[in-house]
């Protein structure tokens, strides 16, 4: 009897040691890193889109549209009946019309706090004229700290919109679709890659939507699905902060 026990024992351990063995090959031969396999409950992903509105834009807010996910569009000056007509689009549908640059001429615009202002109220003015909306979320072209913008600057800035009501964000994933060509497919795996760096948080992505960035509308559907299947919810942002 006490034999018969023995073997029991050393069968269920054999065949734990090969499932675990088994396990660990698939995920292995998968690629599949484990942190991909953990789904994000209760954390948020909000898409941003800059440089718009162009003639991606309908294609982006098509897809949003059909997956059912709101967004934020870091917009420029618009000046065509078709950018116009997208500005209020974009609202319709329930995004964050959102204040990027009326020139997006960073190298003017970086020149002292005047020529920001002045550039900056110059797209709120515009916005307001043709919408009707008065936007309070905004985005620093090159971000709050870039090249063009002396540390100074970009200090006052920050301080100006605090004290106006304005509320700026930056990003976490920056996927680089503003570096030469990037196809669909690399611009998502880009997304996805950073995006298993960073679990247990909320995440901006920053996407640019102009018509040199062809590969964005392709990229969209799977950047949704990666991150619906692990549990996050879709936002806009606002200017409660993020």
Same mark, same amino acid.
């Given at each position: 009897?006490?034999?018969?026990?023995?073997?029991?024992?050393?069968?269920?351990?054999?065949?734990?040691?090969?499932?675990?063995?088994?396990?660990?090959?698939?995920?292995?031969?998968?690629?599949?890193?484990?942190?991909?396999?953990?789904? +994000?409950?209760?954390?948020?992903?909000?898409?941003?889109?800059?440089?718009?509105?162009?003639?991606?834009?309908?294609?982006?807010?098509?897809?949003? #549209?059909?997956?059912?996910?709101?967004?934020?569009?870091?917009?420029?000056?618009?000046?065509?009946?078709?950018?116009?007509?997208?500005?209020?689009?974009?609202?319709?549908?329930?995004?964050?019309?959102?204040?990027?640059?009326?020139?997006?001429?960073?190298?003017?615009?970086?020149?002292?706090?005047?020529?920001?202002?002045?550039?900056?109220?110059?797209?709120?003015?515009?916005?307001?004229?043709?919408?009707?909306? %008065?936007?309070?979320?905004?985005?620093?072209?090159?971000? %709050?700290?870039?090249?063009?913008?002396?540390?100074?600057?970009?200090?006052?800035?920050?301080? &100006?919109?605090? +004290?106006?009501? &304005?509320?700026? &964000?930056?990003?976490?994933?920056?996927?680089?679709?503003?570096?030469?060509?990037?196809?669909?497919?690399?611009?998502?795996?880009?997304?996805? #890659?950073?995006?298993?760096?960073?679990?247990?948080?909320?995440?901006?992505?920053?996407?640019?939507?102009?018509?040199?960035?062809?590969?964005?509308?392709?990229?969209?559907?799977?950047?949704?699905?990666?991150?619906?299947?692990?549990?996050?919810?879709?936002?806009?942002?606002?200017?409660?902060?993020?």
């Amino acid at each position: 009897m006490f034999c018969v026990i023995r073997t029991k024992k050393a069968l269920l351990i054999l065949v734990s040691l090969i499932l675990a063995a088994l396990l660990g090959l698939t995920l292995i031969r998968g690629h599949i890193p484990l942190a991909q396999a953990i789904k +994000q409950e209760n954390y948020t992903v909000y898409l941003t889109f800059d440089d718009g509105p162009s003639v991606v834009t309908i294609e982006v807010l098509d897809i949003l #549209q059909e997956e059912n996910v709101p967004a934020t569009f870091f917009v420029i000056g618009a000046t065509t009946e078709r950018g116009l007509s997208l500005y209020n689009r974009i609202l319709e549908e329930g995004h964050t019309l959102a204040m990027h640059s009326y020139s997006h001429d960073s190298k003017d615009i970086y020149r002292s706090m005047e020529d920001y202002l002045n550039d900056f109220h110059r797209l709120e003015d515009w916005i307001a004229e043709n919408t009707g909306v %008065s936007p309070k979320v905004c985005r620093m072209p090159g971000g %709050s700290k870039n090249t063009y913008c002396p540390e100074w600057l970009g200090a006052q800035i920050a301080e &100006y919109f605090d +004290q106006n009501g &304005y509320a700026y &964000y930056d990003w976490d994933i920056d996927p680089k679709d503003w570096e030469g060509h990037v196809s669909s497919g690399e611009l998502a795996r880009r997304i996805i #890659q950073q995006a298993e760096q960073m679990p247990n948080q909320d995440i901006i992505v920053l996407l640019h939507d102009n018509t040199t960035r062809t590969a964005l509308p392709g990229a969209l559907p799977q950047v949704i699905e990666y991150f619906r299947e692990r549990g996050y919810t879709f936002a806009a942002l606002d200017e409660k902060g993020k």
